[in-house]
């Protein structure tokens, strides 16, 4: 086991005896409990259906650390699910929600097309209502989102992904199209990128500093 992932498992458990938990926003719903790591072949399994390579980052933490479970805001997802109602499920590539995962993600840059969206003080409702399904169908494509998986939501349909192909590949964006918002990548303090493992140590630590309070 690499060294991250025991650091992460021995904070993990720091985080689990602690009576703060309140603190930590999302916290009582994972409680700092992960699930059990995956296989390797279940990764495998994974990869070879969707024809893609995971971040290598994010394969060692399913393979050492865990798959989903404690994590920013309400947890991390398991390996191909997504939360559904007040749960999770599984998701299905193309199902409308999930994108191809095997294209390459179509951004380098923030995104937020808001061309076509309608005037909410539309004095004709019929014409309003066509025309933003129209735009709906088209903002929330989910050809928006081609080679990203989701690994966890923050409520309200906000979400954050970590892309999986092409040029982004190996870092995490935002997901704010329910805000009118868009999609944006998580940039760290250093104006960088936010990879995953960085996305998941910057939530353990943050919480740390709780407990040290």
Not at 25 to 32: I, K, P
Not at 163 to 169: N, R
Not at 174 to 195: F, N, Y
Request: net charge negative; with cysteine; glycine share 10%.
């Amino acid at each position: 086991m690499s060294p991250e992932s025991q650091a992460i498992l021995r904070d993990l458990e720091k985080l689990r005896t602690a009576d703060w938990m309140s603190y930590v926003f999302g916290s009582s719903e994972h409680r700092f409990t992960l699930n059990p790591p995956v296989s390797e072949a279940s990764v495998r399994e994974f990869e070879t259906k969707h024809a893609i390579q995971l971040p290598q980052d994010y394969r060692r933490f399913l393979l050492e650390v865990g798959n989903g479970g404690a994590g920013p805001y309400y947890g991390l997802f398991k390996l191909g699910e997504a939360d559904s109602g007040f749960g999770h499920s599984s998701w299905t590539e193309g199902d409308g929600f999930v994108g191809d995962l095997s294209e390459p993600f179509p951004h380098t840059e923030a995104w937020n097309d808001l061309n076509g969206k309608p005037d909410d003080e539309s004095e004709n409702e019929e014409i309003y209502e066509e025309q933003l399904t129209s735009f709906e169908e088209r903002y929330f494509a989910s050809a928006n989102i081609n080679g990203a998986i989701p690994i966890c939501h923050l409520g309200c349909a906000l979400r954050q992904w970590l892309i999986v192909t092409g040029p982004e590949a190996g870092n995490v964006w935002g997901d704010d199209r329910a805000d009118w918002k868009g999609l944006s990548p998580l940039i760290g303090e250093s104006g960088d990128r936010v990879t995953f493992y960085q996305w998941y140590r910057n939530w353990l630590d943050e919480a740390l500093q709780y407990r040290a309070l």
